[in-house]
């Protein structure tokens, strides 16, 4: 059991942001997981946090506590029957690699989530999406473990019960579970779903004849790509906002005021907006201070230029939230994770 102390946490937190853990672990079985559970360290040194990619995380402080990474690798086809791959990957597997390896082995179903950055572990706790896809879609069940109860229980797709970026893992059960392997359920006849515009117009600029799942794969890395900063390149977390929700009489009032926004029906209730455009019509897009900043392309992901604070980041956006709200009168909430 190595435990090390004191440590940076810039290389394990897509941001980049440079904050210690008192105590640093990591775990590549179930039996390193137990054993560094049942250390009397973990009595004395809680907070405990599991950390993924460390890819939907903003820390703002040092973590006073225990941080254990999951290292649990392995892609394992568990079973298959006519129309469908069940497929287990553990959760310390990056996911886009794993999407890679679905795509070689034409296992179809999530080529639109390609280049999401962080792990298969976090795919099922914020229901990851893109381009018309969630994980809901494609999910047949998980294995977690249950910190308290020291077992491992298996989760399926109503038991996780997902929402737009959300699951039971984020609510009810948070931090009471580490996930340990998920287990999707890949089609062997794939079903493209092209429904989002920028893809078609990508394929086309592509000039792809024949769709297949890797060219859809391709198109959304490309148009990732264009938009999005690369975690390597500049620090990020991607979608700092959920894009918020509300009625459709507020949104008929707001489209009075501003008759370009844009919203997207969800019911004939709700109506999905897109908080990027609200926070471009409030100034904010391009917007840096210091190193911090809020993206140049795409205004609904910050950015850490290098050397930012996470303070630095989340007075940012807590800053852009009151200007929403202000011109707006719509409430953003966040969906990266603040520690
Ligand atoms: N828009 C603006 N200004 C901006 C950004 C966006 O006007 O600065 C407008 C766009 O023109 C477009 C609309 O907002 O009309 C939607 O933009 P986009 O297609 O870029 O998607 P998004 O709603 O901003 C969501 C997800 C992304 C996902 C894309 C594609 C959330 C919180 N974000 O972004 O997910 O890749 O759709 O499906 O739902 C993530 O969660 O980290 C993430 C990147």
Redesign the pocket.
């Given at each position: 059991m190595n435990i090390k102390e004191n440590i940076s946490l810039k290389q394990y937190n897509s941001f980049g942001i440079d904050v210690k853990a008192r105590y640093f672990s990591a775990f590549a079985s179930t039996d390193e997981l137990t054993e560094l559970l049942d250390g009397s360290l973990l009595a004395s040194s809680r907070p405990l946090l599991i950390l993924g990619g460390g890819s939907n995380i903003l820390f703002t402080k040092d973590f006073n506590g225990l941080v254990l990474k999951n290292e649990l690798k392995g892609i394992e086809l568990v079973k298959e029957d006519a129309r469908y791959y069940y497929v287990k990957a553990y959760a310390g597997e990056n996911w886009h690699q794993f999407v890679s390896y679905c795509i070689r082995n034409n296992y179809a179903g999530i080529e639109n989530l390609s280049l999401i950055p962080g792990n298969v572990g976090a795919s099922p706790m914020q229901n990851?999406?893109?381009?018309g896809t969630e994980i809901k879609d494609v999910f047949y069940a998980l294995e977690a473990y249950h910190l308290k109860e020291n077992r491992i229980e298996v989760f399926s797709l109503n038991d996780c019960a997902f929402g737009y970026?959300d699951s039971v893992f984020k609510k009810q059960y948070k931090g009471q579970y580490i996930i340990l392997s998920v287990t999707y359920l890949l089609r062997k006849q794939p079903a493209f779903n092209i429904s989002?515009g920028?893809i078609k117009q990508e394929l086309a600029r592509m000039q792809v004849q024949e769709l297949s799942i890797k060219a859809i794969s391709e198109a959304v890395i490309r148009i990732?790509s264009s938009?999005?900063p690369d975690p390597a390149q500049t620090g990020n977390a991607?979608?700092f906002?959920?894009?918020p929700v509300i009625s459709q009489t507020e949104f008929n009032q707001l489209k009075q005021s501003y008759p370009a926004i844009?919203g997207f029906s969800l019911n004939d209730e709700k109506v999905k907006l897109?908080?990027?455009?609200l926070?471009?019509q409030c100034g904010w897009?391009g917007y840096r201070k210091g190193d911090a900043g809020c993206y140049e392309k795409?205004?609904?992901v910050l950015v850490n230029y290098g050397r930012a604070t996470g303070q630095e980041v989340l007075d940012i956006s807590n800053d852009i939230m009151a200007s929403v709200i202000e011109k707006f009168g719509v409430v953003l909430e966040k969906?990266v994770n603040i520690f």
């Open positions: 990851i999406g893109a381009y970026r989002y920028a990732r938009k999005l991607g979608s906002f959920k894009n844009t897109a908080a990027g455009w926070i471009e897009k795409q205004a609904l969906e």
